[in-house]
């Protein structure tokens, strides 16, 4: 009798901005964006699409609130901190956050009415850069390329055929075994001597990729 009384109570519980995005975070996690539409968040609501309605005008409105949900998991750099430190940290919080939310990588940059953690991070990049010594065109150069590396690491990662060694083993011998022994030599090489290795996993290329990066970076913030 509780538990049926708890559920009736959670039921009857008003319906508000947070739950929504509550239920829309889940059904884009579980099934993509194309799975998230008014009805079906409804649905998980256990309200009318209409209910939801009230408190978003379309689907395009509750995009925008999920994807400030998912900026509001990523850590912003603090004023006075050291530009090399807060772009490392944002950059290995930017990758992890996009790997939870598969959806989002095409969405963070695209929303025309973004929310505050949107607006909040932005500017808090920007002012760590500048606070450091980049001057404007070249703060812009250093977000466009940080931005550009971690996006594309992440779409790569989560795009992989394989998840660990031995998915690459039985990946590899499936994709060249329709051609003559040593026909790519360099491919096979790399497999062999890097990525059939044990424990190698894709994700650790990311440290070093940054690093690359960062280091570069150094010339466009003093060019001397």
Not at 30 to 43: A, C, E, F, P, Y
Not at 57 to 63: L, Q, T
Request: aromatic share 8%; hydrophobic share 45%; proline share 4%.
């Amino acid at each position: 009798m509780a538990t049926t009384t708890r559920s009736r109570t959670q039921a009857r519980a008003p319906l508000t901005k947070e739950r929504v995005l509550d239920a829309a975070m889940r059904l884009a996690d579980d099934g993509g964006i194309d799975g998230l539409s008014m009805r079906k968040l409804g649905q998980a609501l256990g309200v009318e699409a209409m209910a939801v309605y009230y408190h978003f005008a379309n689907k395009e409105r509750v995009i925008d609130g999920i994807v400030d949900r998912v900026y509001q998991e990523i850590d912003v750099p603090v004023a006075g901190a050291d530009w090399k430190i807060a772009m490392r940290q944002r950059a290995f919080s930017v990758r992890d956050a996009l790997l939870r939310h598969r959806w989002a990588i095409g969405l963070m940059e695209s929303r025309t009415n973004p929310g505050p953690a949107s607006l909040r991070h932005h500017d808090a990049v920007i002012g760590c850069l500048r606070a450091d010594g980049f001057d404007m065109a070249a703060t812009a150069t250093a977000y466009s390329l940080l931005d550009s590396y971690i996006y594309g690491f992440a779409l790569t990662k989560m795009n992989l055929p394989f998840d660990d060694t031995s998915d690459i083993v039985e990946l590899s011998e499936t994709m060249l075994a329709p051609f003559p022994e040593g026909e790519y030599p360099n491919l096979m090489a790399f497999l062999t001597e890097h990525a059939m290795l044990p424990g190698y996993d894709y994700a650790d290329e990311f440290g070093l990729g940054l690093e690359v990066v960062l280091d570069g970076l150094e010339r466009v913030r003093d060019p001397g």
